[in-house]
């Protein structure tokens, strides 16, 4: 009697609930070999078991190993609780059971399904093809309900992933929600310090591994935290990478801000992702405790996006990269050593030059361009700190209700001029209807008009903008205004000042510059206000 060597073929999903012991592993292995005992002719010689993969792609880790040895001869019998086990994508699974399988001689067997290709009256192609594609359809029904309810989930602000990013944990007591991991924490902050004084990100990860600190994806795995295959990990040895390093910095879920819904996939047949626009994703503010403050992660992405050369060691970034500018040309200014004898001279000068156009090309010593800009900078900061001073004696409540009362009126003001270009504009056309005009007339005199009327509509709007912005005035000056005071006590300049309060430096001069600080227009705002009163 010919005896079949079979494997049994073992599948649950992650989708199924396993609560149902009838879907386990358990009863799949038992189901086969009760089956096996009553048939003489089949021999079991082992167990193929993927445990949480979905029935819709093939390419399950052991189902390939079971079809590596049925190419090899190893065995010729797959036995299998139902079709569903086997696959859940008809036309795939149609060919496993229709080309490939008979194709290696192998014969197939499904249990509940009554199917057994050694038997051609036991399961024909109609029933199974009918099989398949129910199992097909299930599978589509359960990805529709299953993405409903995660949009569902996103938009009321729980956290759906797999894997939280480095410095989170899922709350053991809700699992839709992130709590700090302060182990990782303490690092994500270091690498936002590190970064804000002036580290390049490469020298931040040389440091992070020269210290022995674990990688994102060694220390998920040394915890047994949950970790996506890829993402912050880099492939030689999981170390600390610059790419590692710049995707915490530019990661604005350390803010306490959730952003969802980045990628999907087109349908539930197919695992390459897509990545979606920024519109589209789901934002929750305020969705779990900050690591980072919001004031740190703005500052670091305003050093980002700055021209950050380092210094030849890649220790640091040079104190005024990324801010310089001609004052002629527009272009940036670049920075050179000229070595004399002993003595060495830094200085910055605009590349560009009389031969491609600069004017006025300016050469300046990095000396004395830093003395110059501390001693701005620091009475600068002195004077919002007697404008912050001032303003509090005045008190706010009377500059907002002055403020108020100004814009107020000229909105009244604005709306009598809108009512009465209104008026003029629908006398135009009975006035050509009459004849007094003609008709190239009267679109030139209803074109001036609707412009005028957009005009005023648009003031109208933007001083109602500037009603509400004096009602909130208090909370956004203490923000911004913060930002100097800090640093009230600066006799050095470095780094960290130099970004966290200029936006740019346009040298006229070699004595001559036109500094930019950060939020000037607030600034300029409040010293209006202050002569006003």
Known sequence: MLQFLAYAYLRLSYTNDRS??????????KLVKDFVAAHPDIKLVGEKVDDGYSGILFDRPAFQEMMEDIKAGKVNCVIVKDLSRLGREYIDTGRYLQQIFPGYGVRFISIND????ANERAGDNLTIGLKNIMNDDYCRDISVKT????????????????CPIYGYRKDPENRNRLVIDEDAARVVRDIYRRKIDGASAKRIADELNELGVLSPLQYKESRGLPHPRGGFADVQGAKWSAHTVLRILQDETYTGVLLQGKQETYNHKLKNRINKPAEEWVRTENAHAPIIPRRDFDLVQKILSLDTRTTPDGKAV??????????SCGGPMTRKINKVGEKRYIYYHCPTG????????VMLREDALTACVLKSLQAHIQSVIELDKLLDSIGEEQINHDLI???????????????????????????????????????????????QIEQLQDAIAALRGNIEKALHNADDRQRWMQHF??????????????????????????DDFEITYRYQPEYDRLSVQREAV
Do not use: W
Not at 114 to 117: F, M, P, S, V
């Open 20 to 29: 149902e012991e009838s879907d386990s592993i358990t009863n799949q292995k």
């Open 114 to 117: 009554n199917i057994d290709t």
């Open 147 to 162: 993405r409903s309810a995660l949009q569902i989930k996103r938009e009321n602000g729980d956290y759906v992933g797999a």
């Open 318 to 327: 040079y104190l005024f990269s990324g801010l310089l500018i001609c004052g």
């Open 354 to 361: 009389k031969k491609h156009g600069c004017e006025h090309p």
């Open 405 to 451: 009362v100004g814009y107020q009126a000229q909105i009244r003001e604005n709306e009598v001029q809108l009512e009465a270009a209104r008026g003029f504009k629908t006398a135009l056309y009975e006035n050509f209807i009459k004849g007094l005009l003609t008709k190239a007339e009267y679109r030139s005199y209803k074109a001036d008009y609707v412009q």
């Open 485 to 510: 005071k800090q640093f009230s006590s600066m006799t050095e300049l470095d780094r960290r000042a130099v970004i966290a309060l200029i936006q740019s430096i346009r040298v006229l001069g070699k």
